[in-house]
């Protein structure tokens, strides 16, 4: 063996000279590029779209070409995105495609790729609820018509006396009996308590409007005013939805997302949940899924409480009936539909899926369960599914409510009902994956209950050895980018893990969540 130390290093010229020989032996070998094809095409025959692409017709090949090149020069245009690569700082009218939804939204709104989307038939539109398919712009005017102006009522969680008031009260719509809201929300004794006496907490919503017209500080900035609306209900509006102040203030965080889409919710509820309206909601929400090509939805109403009122207060309306509403309004719509020679633009109907919060008492929780069976015995074929629904970092877990949940899933075996789980699971970024808590996970749960779907599974790739078990028991994907980056979860649907989601060989549907706060 040679002495190390009497080895010679090259020279440069001959390292050199040895580069400059492999570099022309590598230009006429096609090792690699042999190689790289071959990995290229291993991964596209088991991609999760190989078996629609290998089956596409010519016209179908040339339209996914077409697509992509407006794709791409939408991504530059100044006029859509104007995101052109460059050194230069952009001005402040570039965007990036698939950036801020809120931020986008114009340019969105602009685009051609989003109105082909729009065009293009979507067979369900499986996570949805109830409350906030439509804007608040379509609802605050009913709000004010004159036959409901002597029930229609409001309260604040705090008086309205200082500017600041106007930025931290929250605002709760509800029809009253006329004659009994007699409150002031303007006024310094004014008593927000909504456990107390109807005549201390509510005032009228025509009263309000016109008192805060009158003393409402004239520099509240809002950050749209939609034509017909006047300044209290545009004010009614900014709580109602989550705003680019809501959710990308350099101070927000999970909880406050959450606050301010709850504060929306809430405020939602009272101005969907009175007779007249709740009839005509149905069919406007169907004619919105048909601008949007959905031939069929289901939705998820919040059941916990048991009737809405009538218009003029003094009638409530409970679930049967409200349940009966619901399929004589789809039944209206779907003739109307037939009349005109369209009923293939809705053909499938809607079905309802029944939610209740995980917050409750397992006392209660039974009593869901058991409100829940007697409407799916009333309403077969209306009824057609249970979720647990609310944040999923804090009390409870799905875990919580088990032995009622299994006791309701054999339940419905003995009396032949189908009434499958559809649990709202994995929308949380507490879930951190493995078993260190698995309490932060409703993911095990979910499987374990035989969900037929979940809601978000934002957090199950963080889980492969669920994400296998989910695999073989077909348990599909709500899918709600948007919602999961206004609600912090990611930053933009660009980090979202939808496409991961995919290659992992899941099934996945892509869904809207609450449309009607995301404006």
């Not at 040679?2 to 001959?14: F, M, N």
């Not at 109807?198 to 003393?215: I, K, Y």
């Not at 679930?319 to 039944?331: A, D, F, H, K, Y």
């Not at 409100?371 to 015995?377: A, E, F, Q, R, S």
């Amino acid at each position: 063996m040679a002495d190390p130390a009497s080895v010679q290093s090259p020279t440069l010229a001959q390292a050199l000279d040895i580069l400059a020989k492999n570099i022309t032996a590598a230009e006429v070998s096609t090792t690699y590029r042999t190689e790289r094809q071959s990995l290229l095409q291993h991964e596209q025959q088991i991609a999760w779209f190989a078996g629609a692409q290998s089956r596409a017709a010519r016209i179908e090949v040339e339209a996914q070409t077409v697509l992509l090149r407006i794709r791409e020069r939408e991504r530059i245009d100044p006029t859509i995105f104007g995101n052109v690569p460059s050194e230069a700082i952009p001005n402040a009218t570039v965007r990036d495609m698939g950036g801020r939804f809120l931020v986008n939204k114009p340019s969105i709104d602009r685009s051609r790729i989003f109105e082909m989307a729009q065009r293009m038939p979507k067979g369900c539109h499986l996570h949805i609820h109830f409350n906030s398919e439509l804007p608040p712009e379509e609802l605050l005017p009913r709000a004010r018509s004159p036959y409901m102006q002597p029930t229609m009522c409001v309260r604040t969680t705090i008086p309205l006396l200082r500017p600041q008031d106007y930025v931290d009260a929250e605002v709760v719509f509800s029809v009253i009996p006329a004659a009994t809201a007699k409150a002031d929300c303007f006024a310094a004794d004014y008593k927000p308590d909504f456990k107390a006496s109807p005549e201390t907490t509510w005032m009228l919503w025509s009263d309000f409007r016109q008192r805060f017209a009158e003393v409402a500080p004239k520099d509240i900035v809002y950050e749209d005013r939609p034509p017909g609306l006047d300044t209290a209900e545009c004010w009614a509006r900014e709580k109602m939805i989550m705003t680019s102040s809501d959710v990308y203030g350099d101070r927000q965080t999970v909880n406050s997302a959450w606050a301010c889409f709850n504060i929306g919710t809430r405020a939602f509820k009272g101005l969907v949940n009175y007779e007249s309206v709740y009839c005509w909601y149905i069919g406007a929400a169907i004619d919105s899924m048909i601008r949007d090509k959905v031939m069929y939805a289901e939705l998820r109403p919040m059941l916990l409480d048991k009737s809405i009122p009538s218009d003029d207060g003094t009638r409530q309306i409970g679930l049967s009936e409200q349940m009966t509403i619901i399929c004589q309004e789809v039944q209206r719509k779907q003739a109307q539909l037939k009349a005109a020679g369209k009923e293939d633009l809705f053909p499938f109907g809607l079905k309802i899926i029944y939610c209740t919060p995980r917050s409750v008492p397992k006392a209660k929780m039974q009593q869901e369960l058991q409100d829940c069976i007697k409407l799916k015995l009333e309403f077969p074929d209306l009824i057609c599914g249970f979720d647990l629904v609310g944040a999923e970092d804090r009390p409870n877990s799905i875990a919580f409510y088990a032995d009622l949940l299994v006791a309701f899933t054999q339940t419905c075996a003995s009396l032949n009902l189908s009434i499958p789980f559809m649990f709202h699971a994995g929308e949380t970024l507490l879930d951190t994956g493995g078993t260190a808590n698995p309490d932060n996970s409703n993911l095990y749960d979910a499987l374990l209950l035989t969900c037929k779907r979940i809601g978000h599974g934002y957090a199950l790739l963080k889980h492969p050895v669920l994400v296998e078990k989910y695999k073989s028991a077909g348990v599909a994907l709500e899918l709600c980018p948007v919602s999961n980056e206004l609600l912090h979860l990611c930053r933009n649907v660009r980090e979202h893990p939808f496409p991961q989601l995919l290659a992992a060989g899941l099934h996945c549907t892509l869904n809207a969540d609450n449309p009607g706060l995301y404006r």
